[in-house]
């Protein structure tokens, strides 16, 4: 039952990816990647989880191997999606976990579609308010690079990133740039379309249980929990000590028993 499964599912932009592990009869949680990384964030933790739920990590539209579509990228038009996979999957109600990027669409899923989500678990999710969008229009693109004909630009995605990764572990860093490569637009349109994302008009809107998951050691995100926690009048939050932007890979064991634990706990 812990071997991952991969599929595609025909929705509206075209063909959306998507890997699952676990029994299919289990409560399911959908697993929603940062940007411009894929379903292989959730690699490591699709078997810890699914040892006792079905657990569905998808590609964002345009990312990893789902079809870009013909809509302008945007959170809402992205959790649109992922509804729809729930209705192709035949799930009614499902809890749903996301990371930074995919931790801003479970805000807009959960606040479109409020049936549709049991509870949600935010890690390392950005407040993106007013204040989040002008500091974000006057920093450069974060992963953003040109071309070059010798290849530096492999490089230099690879070192801007490199100082919030943890070191001696090369093979999270070249995951993410093999992710960055197979994106179909630029890898920065996932960070414009959450620059983009009014949330401090979509929160008062979700009401489900929630749980913040705070890595410590993410500069870009932790401060962030605080934020969220003002506006969730149901949520909680736990610090996974040392964990960096890319936590789900980097601590794949300590995510999964938190993401679980909470999903486990009696209301």
Known sequence: MNKIRRAFADLSPGQIHYAECGDREA??????????????????????????????????????DSAAGDAPASIEQWARVACELLDALRL???????????????????????????RLVLSSTPYTNAAFRKVRAERPPIDEVAPSEDG???????????????????????????????????????????????????????????????????????????????????????DIEGGMVPLPDQMPEAFARAVLDFLETPP
Do not use: C
């Open 152 to 238: 530096s630009h492999l490089a230099a995605l690879w070192q801007r990133r490199q100082g919030f990764y943890p070191s001696g572990r090369p093979e999270l860093l070249e995951a993410f740039v093999s992710d960055a490569l197979k994106a179909s637009g630029s890898p920065e349109d996932g960070h414009r379309a959450v620059a983009a994302y009014r949330m401090e008009d979509r929160i008062h809107l979700v009401k489900q249980p929630t749980l913040l998951i705070r890595a410590t050691d993410d500069p870009f995100a932790s401060p962030h929990a605080a934020e969220l926690h003002e506006h969730l009048a149901n949520a909680r939050i736990v």
């Open 27 to 64: 409560p399911a949680v959908l697993l929603l990647h940062q940007s411009p990384r894929s379903w292989l964030e959730y690699r490591e933790v699709l078997p810890l989880m699914g040892a006792r739920r079905r657990a569905i990590a998808m590609d964002t539209v345009g990312f990893g």
């Open 92 to 118: 009614d109600q499902i809890d749903v976990v996301g990371h930074h990027t995919g931790g801003v669409i479970a805000v807009e899923l959960a606040a479109a579609f409020p049936l549709r989500v049991r």
